[in-house]
């Protein structure tokens, strides 16, 4: 597609259970980002692949947080035992020449909210 | 570590008026610093950038001015439309491959 794809683009859970968001990035794009906003917060970096590898996950929270990219280019947040204080909207970006030149393109959105 | 911080909403404003919307950072290091906005319904698209002192960036009538002597990067436009109603956030970059975001600002104008 034109633009950065995210999936779904709400999810409600119950405390506890496992999820997945998806992001599928514009194609060719190699770097991609995964940020968390909070109600009337910034977005938070939380973790940035270039190709298939992490470059940088210094902000997952925890342990509990884990994202893949496998092929280079749809990337899964996978959210293990949620609680409540999960909930947010997840971002994800990406760009074709990493985050130096700033250009980056965000999705809309995925929307968790954990009951 | 780094920080950005932005005035705070909202922010109500006539058509056709000066907007400002001040933003300061503390940064490790020499920062690049943007401007990004996100319209009711879309994704945050970045707005204009600055990668060094006394650069100014510019797009759709904003203004930012990159002031090394106060750590500052000051959103700026001179007659607001209804259109530009949106929630802007103020950045920043140390070419640690992170962006760091202000809280945002979000601004609303009336006809």
């Known amino acids: 597609g034109a633009g950065v794809s995210q999936t779904p683009s709400n999810k409600v859970t119950e405390k506890g259970k496992y999820v997945e968001l998806r992001c599928d990035p514009i194609?060719?794009?190699?770097?991609l980002y995964w940020y968390r906003q909070s109600l009337g917060q910034g977005p938070e970096f939380l973790i940035y692949f270039q190709g298939t590898g992490a470059a940088d996950d210094s902000g997952l929270p925890n342990d509990r947080f884990f994202a893949v990219r496998p092929e280079g280019s749809v990337s899964t947040l996978k959210i293990q035992r949620t609680e409540r204080g999960d909930s947010a909207v997840y971002l994800c970006?990406?760009?074709?020449?990493?985050?130096?030149?700033?250009?980056?393109?965000f999705g809309e959105g995925s929307r968790l909210t954990v009951l | 570590g780094n920080s950005v911080t932005q005035m705070e909403g909202p922010v109500t404003l006539s058509e056709e008026v000066v907007l400002t919307i001040n933003c300061t950072y503390t940064a490790t290091g020499y920062p690049s610093l943007f401007w990004y906005v996100q319209y009711p319904g879309e994704g945050l698209q970045l707005l204009l950038k600055a990668t060094k002192a006394d650069d100014k960036g510019s797009n759709k009538g904003f203004e930012a001015t990159y002031r090394k002597e106060t750590t500052s990067f000051h959103l700026e436009k001179g007659s607001v439309q209804v259109s530009d109603s949106a929630v802007y956030f103020c950045?920043?970059?140390?070419?640690?491959?992170?962006?760091?975001f202000g809280s945002g600002t979000q601004l609303t104008v009336l006809p």
């Open positions: 194609s060719g794009h190699t770097a």
């Open positions: 970006a990406s760009s074709f020449l990493g985050q130096g030149s700033g250009e980056l393109f």
């Open positions: 950045a920043l970059s140390t070419g640690a491959r992170q962006l760091t």
